[in-house]
């Protein structure tokens, strides 16, 4: 008698405890509160597109009226950052129909595609990864042509590839390391500063190249750059190159 009394008070807590989590508290978000919000598909990557008031309206509307699925893992497929005006942030992982925010609870959204569709850059540009080391360089020098005396800087969006250098690479790049024709700057989309006054050169670039390659680095231009030839650290690539040739 004393066990069945204590199955049915364990029964009875447990039909006390929603599965899916009606009692869960969801935050929502407040539109006049927003300062901005932006959306990335690589937490730690460059790439990342603001939304407008329309698409931040919508995004608001999906979290507010979406509904708890529990507690789950799911794989990413997009960070929405929401900045509020009183200086704080909040941060949500999306994949198709299911969100969450800093923890393991999830949500569903009504639209699967809502976010893919937010992922459509306004301006395309030109991605890193299209291009190696060599076309890069030609490309640069293409536009970097004088202009009345202005150079036209080129805007670039995402990373450098991670061993984008490669060794049938270098040949190339080192036979450019000392030349000083004009290129355009590269210049990160994510940039507020334009080098519209500066313009870089062939060999500059490649030695950066050769020195990521060398040092095994990821390629890595910051927001701008304007790369020249330098006299001092191409004698030191040049004596690697040498002793690389020899063993």
Request: hydrophobic share 35%; glycine share 6%; aromatic share 12%.
């Amino acid at each position: 008698m004393r066990v069945l009394t204590i199955l049915i008070m364990i029964a009875s807590l447990g039909s006390c405890i929603d599965p899916f989590g009606s009692n869960e508290e969801k935050l929502k978000i407040e539109l006049e509160s927003v300062g901005k919000i932006y959306i990335k598909n690589e937490f730690y990557g460059t790439d990342s597109i603001f939304l407008n008031e329309k698409q931040s309206k919508l995004f608001i509307e999906e979290w507010n009226n979406s509904n708890p699925i529990g507690l789950s893992k799911m794989m990413v497929e997009y960070w929405v950052f929401v900045e509020l005006k009183n200086n704080s942030a909040r941060s949500f992982r999306i994949n198709k129909k299911s969100i969450k925010e800093n923890n393991g609870w999830t949500y569903s959204l009504s639209d699967s595609a809502l976010i893919d569709s937010f992922w459509q850059p306004i301006f395309q540009f030109p991605n890193p990864k299209n291009y190696n080391p060599i076309s890069f360089i030609n490309t640069f020098s293409s536009i970097g042509r004088r202009n009345n005396g202005a150079i036209f800087g080129l805007t670039m969006l995402g990373d450098f590839p991670q061993n984008w250098v490669k060794e049938e690479h270098l040949d190339s790049l080192m036979n450019l390391l000392e030349s000083k024709d004009v290129c355009a700057c590269y210049i990160n989309a994510l940039s507020s500063y334009l080098p519209t006054n500066d313009y870089a050169e062939k060999g500059g670039y490649a030695r950066l190249f050769i020195q990521a390659f060398k040092e095994n680095k990821q390629v890595a231009l910051g927001s701008h750059g304007c790369p020249k030839v330098d006299e001092s650290q191409n004698e030191e690539i040049i004596e690697w190159w040498k002793e690389r040739k020899q063993n």
